[in-house]
């Protein structure tokens, strides 16, 4: 090959290596800033008519003892009922997706996860009461250099502890104490927090579809929670594995792989020389 065709082939290559950054930058901008602010934009457009269409319902069922014929009366206002039902929980599967869309970005920090944890515990303990049920907590020894989103961190353990909660309110209550066990440590290096009921567990012929959006065996629920944990876990660089067994209960498991200190302070150098 003479040397201008070298050129030339070289210039066509970095050519196509340039295109290809901007496609890809293209994609990852659609990605992380048109598509969540579209998808906010019409939630939003949704939720709006929802109110009106609620406050109306409202509204009917204050004039509805007006309609003489009593079976016709309490016929409408069942469908009246129904219909509020599913408007509240339209609203709450919107909330939930705005949930996920807002979450793009966020902060970390170098935080204690020991010391966040009790906090949470004191928050959901009446709920846990309620069905007869303690929460425990057993810190273990974590590295000082975990870098996390306290606020994924709070996110997750709620989704998760009112999970547990929740199993317990599908099996009768027997002689077995009901309990939720959180704790943390380190093994293999890696960090981790563990959440485990006592409860019913999770049946094997659905255990493949607990992290999928949408799906749920409560009433009641949006079938988002997992998934959304999923995601904040993956986005922290973690890793979350579940172990359950019916009758005897469920194990949940999030391991952080964290950042080295050497990847941190070269992290903070380069900032540093960013700015200057
Ligand atoms: N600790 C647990 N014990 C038993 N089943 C569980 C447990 N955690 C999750 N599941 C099962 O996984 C399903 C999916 O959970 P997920 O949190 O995603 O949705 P949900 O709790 O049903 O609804 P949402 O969290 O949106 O209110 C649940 O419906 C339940 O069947
Ligand atoms: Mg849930």
């Not at 599967?93 to 009790?118: A, C, G």
């Not at 020894?141 to 996390?148: G, R, T």
């Amino acid at each position: 090959m003479n040397n201008k065709k070298k050129t030339q082939n070289k210039e066509n290559k970095n050519l196509a290596v340039q295109e290809a950054s901007i496609i890809k930058n293209e994609i990852i901008k659609l990605e992380n800033e048109t598509l969540p602010v579209l998808a906010a934009g019409l939630a939003h457009e949704v939720k709006n008519p929802l109110a009106a269409i609620h406050l109306h319902l409202q509204l009917l069922e204050n004039q509805i003892h007006l309609v003489d014929n009593k079976e016709l009366r309490e016929n409408l206002l069942n469908r009246i009922q129904i219909i509020k039902k599913e408007i509240i929980s339209l609203n709450r599967l919107l909330q939930e997706f705005l949930k996920v869309i807002r979450s793009e970005k966020r902060s970390y920090k170098i935080q204690e996860l020991n010391e966040m944890i009790p906090s949470i515990i004191s928050l959901l303990k009446p709920q846990a009461h309620k069905v007869g049920a303690e929460i425990y907590f057993y810190p273990g020894k974590l590295p000082i250099n975990l870098e996390i989103d306290p606020i994924f961190v709070k996110q997750i353990l709620i989704n998760l502890i009112i999970n547990s909660i929740q199993a317990f309110y599908t099996e009768p209550q027997n002689q077995k104490k009901r309990k939720i066990e959180i704790s943390t440590g380190i093994e293999n290096d890696i960090p981790y927090i563990r959440i485990a009921d006592n409860g019913p567990g999770i049946p094997e012929d659905i255990q493949h579809k607990i992290f999928e959006p949408f799906f749920t065996t409560k009433q009641e629920g949006s079938g988002l929670g997992l998934a959304l944990v999923k995601k904040m876990v993956e986005e922290m660089n973690g890793s979350i594995e579940f172990i359950s067994k019916e009758k005897e209960g469920t194990i949940f498991t999030i391991y952080f792989y964290p950042k080295s200190i050497k990847d941190i302070t070269n992290e903070a150098q380069r900032h540093k020389n960013e700015i200057e």
